[in-house]
């Protein structure tokens, strides 16, 4: 069973411009959530798509989106990107089979620099 | 107010020695799960192990068991028999609420490096 997969891996960009980052769940994961890791603040939950509805939103500014689609791919925006938006940012599934425990599955990550 | 607290940032473990992090955390649901992760260099988080905190027993998984103490409110994980693939980062973290809220809460994490 293939696992999260995140693309691309790594990117560079320059501070104002923007960016989108994909997130491909587990095959029948119905739900996809979005975390920054940063050296300083740790892992911030960001958003939760369910069934192309966000059901869940961290505390962070309106420069951060995402959207889900019909098939449960995911993808995150960043705009006018910032130095301080440089992180690791992690997309997560989960689906009927963890509804027990609400366990999460991590795909690798996309690691962002903006300089 | 944090969350989640784990209070060592690193730790040194010797080959097949046993290891313990430390977790508490710090909620007013009465239902909530918590969780432990390990993240290698290589960045994807893997999940170790799970505790519902209506479970009565202590979680085990392998060589993963988790020391739940609820009224201190303490999610400790332990490592037995620690191997050198064990060296990584580890998370711990709370869901809080029903299980289909997967928006979950992380501590800073503790990295563990076994040596040989």
């Known amino acids: 069973k293939a696992g999260v997969t995140q693309t691309p891996r790594y990117l560079i960009k320059t501070r104002g411009q923007q960016v989108t980052l994909s997130c491909s769940p587990i095959?029948?994961?119905?739900?996809v959530s979005w975390y920054q890791q940063t050296p300083g603040q740790g892992l911030q939950f960001l958003f939760e798509?369910?069934?192309?509805?966000?059901?869940n939103k961290g505390n962070f500014p309106g420069r951060f989106s995402g959207r889900q689609f019909s098939n449960s791919r995911s993808e995150m925006n960043v705009s006018t990107l910032e130095l301080g938006d440089s992180a690791l940012y992690l997309c997560a599934s989960s689906g009927t089979a963890s509804k027990m425990t609400g366990e999460l599955f991590f795909g690798e990550g996309s690691r962002l620099t903006v300089l | 107010a944090q969350k989640i607290t784990q209070t060592q940032p690193g730790m040194f473990v010797q080959e097949k020695e046993a290891v313990t992090l430390d977790c508490t955390y710090d909620?007013?649901?009465?239902?909530?799960?918590l969780f432990w992760y390990k993240q290698p260099s290589s960045g994807e988080m893997i999940f170790l192990i799970y505790q519902g905190s209506y479970d009565e027993q202590n979680a085990t998984e392998g060589r993963y068991s988790l020391n739940f103490q609820k009224a201190r409110k303490s999610a400790n994980l332990v490592i037995s028999a620690s191997q050198l693939g064990d060296s990584a980062m580890y998370f711990c973290a709370m869901r809080e609420g029903p299980s289909n809220d997967y928006k979950l809460s992380f501590g800073a994490g503790t990295t563990v490096t076994v040596r040989a």
């Open positions: 798509y369910f069934s192309e509805t966000q059901r």
């Open positions: 095959s029948g994961h119905r739900s």
């Open positions: 909620t007013s649901d009465q239902s909530y799960g």
